[in-house]
């Protein structure tokens, strides 16, 4: 993955991984946000490799999609800086001719927070969710209603209980959305190693299509 920089409007440099696959197709180009939990924190993008999607990329896997992976500063988390993301976001759109209906996101534990709060935030941004070990205001979910999400947690997770997943889950079913959430039993909260590498997770954020 090559390490690249961008100055933000609102926060300065920041750094981020970029993945183009080998034969990037002229039309229907897809994006993957990638956000990572707090271990990946700082100024060291090596960092960021070191679970979910960029650690399959750094391994070998093909993702047929162009793929980011900003870092988040230190002593921050990812809600705290959600507008520069999303400048991110519009920065890639724009260099690679992305499909705007063909935007996905996804994180793990404090990313699957802001994977949440990405998605209530601009909820006409994406084309699906699929927070890993996060959480959010549940009063908010009603906001995802039109926007599929995968969620998954391990039910024997001490750091993010799985109630967090459960409860903005059934919130967005509430009101009609269409969410469904994966618990892998007996796994702690290290649920990114089975959600990333044994379902079809990756799959079904190429698959999604908004609208």
């Known amino acids: ?18 993945h183009v696959p080998k ?9 993957i946000v990638f956000l990572h939990g707090a271990g990946g924190r700082g100024e060291n993008l090596d960092a960021v490799k070191a679970n979910g999607i960029p650690r399959l990329l750094e391994e070998g896997m093909d993702i047929p999609a162009v ?28 260099e690679f001719n992305i499909d705007k209906n063909l935007i996905t996101i996804t994180g793990l534990s404090m990313g699957g927070f802001g994977t949440w709060e990405m998605g209530v935030a601009y909820p006409e941004t994406f084309a699906a969710i699929a927070p890993v070990c996060g959480g ?48 892998f039993h007996g796994v702690a909260h290290n649920s990114w190693t089975p959600a990333y590498r044994e379902t079809r997770l990756i799959d079904w954020l190429l698959e999604q299509r908004k609208g």
Not at 5 to 16: A, I, L, R
């Open 1 to 18: 993955m090559e390490k690249r920089y961008f100055e933000s409007k609102y926060m300065g440099k920041m750094g981020y991984l970029l």
């Open 23 to 31: 034969n990037l197709p002229e039309s229907e180009r897809k994006l």
């Open 67 to 94: 793929v980011i992976c900003p870092q988040c500063p230190d002593g921050i988390v990812w809600t705290n800086i959600i507008f520069a993301v999303k400048e991110l976001i519009d920065k890639t759109v724009e």
């Open 136 to 183: 959010g205001m549940s009063w908010r979910a009603p906001i995802l209603k039109n926007i599929p999400v995968w969620a998954f947690h391990g039910d024997a997770d001490g750091t993010v209980p799985p109630r967090n997943s459960y409860e903005m889950v059934d919130r967005v079913n509430s009101c009609g959305g269409n969410a469904k959430l994966t618990i």
